[in-house]
């Protein structure tokens, strides 16, 4: 046992040991990746079988502008896209709404209508890419608007690949970012699953996300345990809307967070495939693979860049990345050195693109499935992962699962005390990190910054107030009244919502129509 002047632990608190041996692991039993409880890794050959898909999350200002971005991308070697929208269009208002005055195009990209989602993928074949689309509220809508562009390029559904983040749960713990109230946020997930079901069966339904749960500063405990409690309440809900789990459960996908440290993050990505294979067998029954096996997206962590010695951030990305790329991860996205002061430039992106690529073809990291399995330290920090998030489920589970523990605060108060202690030992220099409360230098190094174009939004406003102007007011009219008796009954949303946005209804227009329905989420009256 190591005293406390030299005690080290985690961020979720597992103490470290100086050295582990085979007693740390006594009966552990290694399967086979690709086997069940797939800890080593969904697939067997892993990455010699097929890399994991590279992508960069790029969203900004115009849809002009970030189909260039796009396109630039693609032609230096990145393998899918990966879509950030503004926070008007994550909240449901349209450009030209009061609210959104001064954020268009700030945090990624405007979408309020078919016309831009049309000039977001201008000369992009969608049936030749994967696209990943981080919105969750609205996520409905921008994932029609997607099908629509498709089926004008001449792509049937049936061939589309992608993931639509869908994630509205933790949108209550950890980002904000809700529309509706949880009950008819939860319904129009499942009609999201219902519909894909029927008319996108390659699309992968939900990223249940622990990145942003990550983000606001739990531990990797915590992350886990959240993120699967979540998992079980959207699995629930689909059992409840008919849905078979091995059928909803195969296109599910989970987005993690690739924080700093190395090993521990290793294990995470481990313990939560072990964890999810039982809960898909055990709670839901599933039997096929495919819904027995987690899959995730990885991205580096956001919240760990720095805006001092930004090319330290370099460094740290790397590092992130290699955990994810150790851990099994089926796609990857590398945060910009430059992120923690302004939008990636075009330089910053190519170095994050090219750290992927040095990873697969430089480091080994392609070569062989589970690389680190076996190892003492991380199989002991595996096992301590797994009881440590299985304690915290259960108590989710006593309080009702995820939406009661989220309608009851509990979930928001854990993520509170963890974030806070770590504010707290890094203002006490308790936890390094370099270059702010230690290695700092009084001059800092001029970074060329990425800016945005001041005439971006009055020309979103102006295309959006022209949808309008130029659609047929009746078609549109009728198609926003078909929503709202659709949203007063138990058909599902999508068929309805889809009419109304090929007649060049706005996303802000049916959100609003929503509004009206199922009222809007206050987090100041939840406790």
Same mark, same amino acid.
Request: one cysteine or more; glycine letters at 8%.
């Given at each position: 046992?190591?005293?406390?002047?030299?005690?080290?632990?985690?961020?979720?608190?597992?103490?470290?040991?100086?050295?582990?041996?085979?007693? %740390?692991?006594?009966?552990?039993?290694?399967?086979?990746?690709?086997?069940?409880?797939?800890?080593?890794?969904?697939?067997?050959?892993?990455?010699?079988?097929?890399? =994991? #898909?590279?992508?960069?999350?790029?969203?900004?200002?115009?849809?002009?502008? @970030?189909?260039?971005?796009?396109?630039?991308?693609?032609?230096?070697?990145?393998?899918?896209?990966?879509?950030?929208?503004?926070?008007?269009?994550?909240?449901?208002?349209?450009?030209?709404?009061?609210?959104?005055?001064?954020?268009?195009?700030?945090?990624?990209?405007?979408?309020?209508?078919?016309?831009?989602?049309?000039?977001?993928?201008?000369?992009?074949? +969608?049936?030749?890419?994967?696209?990943?689309? #981080?919105?969750?509220?609205? $996520?409905?809508?921008?994932?029609?608007?997607?099908?629509?562009?498709?089926?004008?390029?001449?792509?049937?559904?049936?061939?589309?690949?992608?993931?639509?983040?869908?994630?509205?749960?933790?949108?209550?713990?950890?980002?904000?970012?809700?529309?509706?109230?949880?009950?008819?946020?939860?319904?129009?997930?499942?009609?999201?699953?219902? &519909?894909?079901?029927?008319?996108?069966?390659?699309?992968?339904?939900?990223?249940?996300?622990?990145?942003?749960?990550?983000?606001?500063?739990?531990?990797?405990?915590?992350?886990?345990?959240?993120?699967?409690?979540?998992?079980?309440?959207?699995?629930? $809900? /689909?059992?409840?809307?008919?849905?078979?789990?091995?059928?909803?459960?195969?296109?599910?996908?989970?987005?993690?967070?690739?924080?700093?440290?190395?090993?521990?993050?290793?294990?995470?990505?481990?313990?939560?495939?072990?964890? =999810?294979?039982?809960?898909?067998?055990?709670?839901?029954? /599933? #039997?096929?693979?495919?819904?027995?096996?987690?899959?995730?997206?990885?991205?580096?962590?956001?919240?760990?860049?720095?805006?001092?010695?930004?090319?330290?951030?370099?460094?740290?990305? $790397?590092?992130?990345?290699?955990?994810? /790329?150790?851990?099994?991860?089926?796609?990857?996205? @590398?945060?910009? &050195?430059?992120?923690?002061?302004?939008?990636? @430039?075009?330089?910053?992106?190519?170095?994050?693109?090219?750290?992927?690529?040095?990873?697969?073809?430089?480091?080994?990291?392609?070569? #062989?499935?589970?690389?680190?399995?076996?190892?003492?330290? +991380?199989?002991?920090?595996?096992?301590?992962?797994?009881?440590?998030? =299985?304690?915290?489920?259960?108590?989710?589970?006593?309080?009702?699962?995820?939406?009661?523990?989220?309608?009851?605060?509990?979930?928001?108060?854990?993520? %509170?005390?963890?974030?806070?202690?770590?504010?707290?030992?890094? $203002? /006490?220099?308790?936890?390094?990190?370099?270059?702010?409360?230690?290695?700092?230098?009084?001059?800092?190094?001029?970074?060329?910054?990425?800016?945005?174009?001041?005439?971006?939004?009055?020309?979103?406003?102006?295309?959006?107030?022209?949808?309008?102007?130029?659609?047929?007011?009746?078609?549109?009219?009728?198609?926003?009244?078909?929503?709202?008796?659709?949203?007063?009954?138990?058909?599902?949303?999508? &068929?309805?919502?889809?009419?109304?946005?090929?007649?060049?209804? @706005?996303?802000?227009?049916?959100?609003?129509?929503?509004?009206?329905?199922?009222?809007? &989420?206050?987090?100041?009256?939840?406790?």
């Amino acid at each position: 046992m190591a005293t406390t002047e030299d005690r080290r632990e985690t961020d979720s608190g597992i103490e470290i040991k100086p050295v582990y041996d085979a007693g %740390d692991v006594a009966g552990l039993e290694l399967e086979a990746p690709g086997d069940f409880p797939f800890t080593r890794g969904p697939y067997r050959d892993m990455y010699r079988g097929r890399p =994991w #898909t590279i992508r960069q999350y790029a969203g900004f200002a115009s849809a002009e502008e @970030t189909n260039a971005r796009f396109r630039y991308l693609l032609e230096r070697g990145q393998t899918g896209l990966s879509v950030a929208f503004d926070l008007p269009t994550q909240l449901g208002y349209d450009s030209d709404d009061p609210r959104a005055l001064g954020e268009v195009g700030r945090t990624g990209v405007a979408i309020d209508s078919l016309a831009d989602m049309e000039t977001l993928f201008e000369a992009i074949p +969608l049936a030749q890419v994967s696209t990943s689309m #981080t919105i969750n509220a609205p $996520a409905a809508l921008l994932l029609l608007l997607y099908e629509l562009v498709a089926e004008k390029q001449g792509t049937p559904g049936e061939q589309l690949r992608g993931t639509v983040q869908n994630d509205i749960l933790k949108e209550y713990i950890a980002r904000g970012n809700y529309i509706f109230p949880p009950k008819p946020s939860m319904r129009i997930t499942t009609d999201l699953f219902a &519909y894909c079901d029927e008319r996108l069966p390659r699309w992968n339904t939900i990223s249940i996300s622990g990145y942003h749960i990550r983000e606001a500063g739990s531990t990797a405990v915590q992350e886990l345990a959240f993120t699967l409690a979540n998992g079980i309440a959207y699995c629930g $809900a /689909a059992v409840a809307a008919g849905l078979s789990p091995d059928e909803f459960g195969a296109r599910l996908s989970f987005f993690f967070n690739a924080h700093n440290h190395f090993f521990q993050e290793v294990a995470k990505f481990r313990a939560a495939r072990g964890l =999810w294979a039982r809960i898909m067998s055990e709670r839901f029954g /599933a #039997t096929k693979e495919r819904a027995l096996a987690l899959r995730f997206h990885a991205q580096t962590g956001g919240s760990t860049l720095t805006a001092q010695q930004p090319e330290n951030n370099v460094v740290r990305v $790397a590092i992130q990345a290699l955990a994810a /790329a150790c851990g099994g991860a089926q796609s990857i996205h @590398t945060n910009s &050195y430059d992120e923690a002061l302004a939008l990636p @430039t075009e330089r910053s992106a190519r170095i994050a693109l090219r750290t992927q690529q040095i990873i697969a073809h430089e480091a080994g990291g392609t070569d #062989t499935a589970d690389p680190l399995g076996g190892a003492y330290f +991380l199989e002991a920090l595996t096992r301590e992962l797994e009881e440590r998030a =299985w304690e915290l489920i259960e108590r989710i589970d006593d309080l009702g699962g995820a939406v009661g523990a989220i309608e009851q605060g509990f979930v928001q108060r854990e993520i %509170d005390e963890a974030a806070f202690q770590h504010e707290r030992a890094v $203002a /006490a220099g308790e936890r390094v990190v370099v270059g702010v409360n230690r290695y700092a230098e009084g001059q800092e190094e001029d970074v060329e910054l990425h800016r945005l174009d001041a005439e971006t939004e009055r020309r979103q406003v102006e295309r959006t107030e022209r949808v309008r102007a130029e659609r047929d007011a009746g078609e549109a009219d009728g198609a926003l009244a078909r929503v709202r008796e659709t949203a007063r009954g138990s058909d599902n949303l999508l &068929y309805p919502m889809r009419d109304a946005l090929a007649a060049r209804c @706005t996303v802000g227009e049916i959100c609003g129509v929503l509004r009206e329905e199922f009222g809007e &989420y206050d987090a100041q009256r939840s406790p």
